[in-house]
């Protein structure tokens, strides 16, 4: 099966391709552009999903926290090998500078550079110039010059596929996801991503707000088989089925109201604990990892989160991740100011999320513990807190 590459979900400094004009539309629902590994869906409008209340689903949950920020997107592109530039040389001045003013033209990249000292991730080439077959090197030229544009990368690639059945083409599809949405100026912003770097994995995501407000999520199904997953904002949230090895686009309108708490410098303790699933891993802000048990549920099993410092909390959340199954039953959570007096913390949330609803007090340690026996082991994926 095909597999799209993964780096390009993070790619910095390069230059975006027009969006289209429903994507800068004001709507309701959440609007959805699909890529399959079968080829039955290339970059294609998938329609709408309705972004209702935030319910538990039972399947994994991605978490947007559109004010937690990170790099600011100046766009999307790519830069030159020492293949490609050989075979640039190699043809007639007429048909290079054709091909530079193609490069360079309006919409399509903006910068054509070698990544040697780099500040900006890449994803790695499916091919090099020198290994194609006789014939193909204009083909390969033309490849080069307009995959990243937008609104030409379908006929591109369709193109491709007739020409050479074999030629990898999903990273380019990758790119497109993110170019064709992601607007200059997009702001990267925290999301729970379940995806790891092994076959057959979990739902990889990366998110960005728009300077229009929309928001962007990027998703890829690392596993042959479908995947249900559900997207919260605040206290808003859609579902949707990626297929197997899919990627996808999703574009709404919202930012939600919580205000997260950077994790920063949290640490944590437990009782009893895995040799592996620590737990530091439950404050790492990354929900790939986790902190787990190791053992069946038993009262008086805990984890303990220490915020840094006191300071007023709205509501603290014990993400399970995609784990869904090991949340603690019969759970109590309680709160400290100098971690030696406790007092109870009232909590919603039986599955993926429990949350502990603080009310703004202030508040620097946090603990959760298991009030009744279960044969599940019990894990915490990622902490949040709110303000």
Known sequence: MARFGTAALAALALIVAPVPAAARQRVPAVQVWLTTPDGAHLLEDAGTVPLGPAVETGAPTVVIDPKRRFQTMTGFGASITDSSAAVLYRLDPARRAGVMADLFAVDRLNVLRQPIGASDFTDEPAYTYDDLPAGQTDYALRRFSVAHDGSQILPLLRQAARLNPELRIAEYYTLGHLARFVRPGATRVASTSFGTTGWNGQVMDVAFVNPNGDTV???????????????????????????????????????????????????????????????????????????????????????????????????????????????????????????????????????????????????????????????????????????
């Open 217 to 387: 999520l990027v998703a890829h199904n690392e596993n042959d088989n479908p995947q249900a997953v559900a997207v919260r904002l605040g206290d808003r949230q859609f579902g949707y089925t990626l297929p197997g090895g899919a990627l996808a686009t999703f574009v709404w309108r919202g930012r939600g109201d919580d205000r997260p708490i950077n994790p920063t410098g949290w640490t944590a303790t437990a009782s009893p604990a895995s040799a592996t699933d620590i737990p530091a891993n439950a404050v790492d802000d990354d929900a790939s990892t986790r902190f787990s048990t190791g053992a069946a549920q038993h009262p008086g099993q805990y984890l303990q989160v220490d915020l840094g410092r006191v300071q007023p909390v709205k509501k603290i959340v014990f993400d399970t991740g995609a784990s869904t199954g090991d949340y603690p039953r019969n759970y109590t959570i309680t709160g400290s100011v100098d971690g030696s007096t406790w007092w109870p913390i009232p909590t919603r949330g039986s599955g993926q999320f429990s949350t502990g609803l603080v009310h703004n007090r202030q508040i620097r340690f946090v603990r959760i513990a298991v009030g009744g026996d279960a044969d599940n082991w019990w894990s915490v994926a990622d902490v949040r807190a709110y303000s």
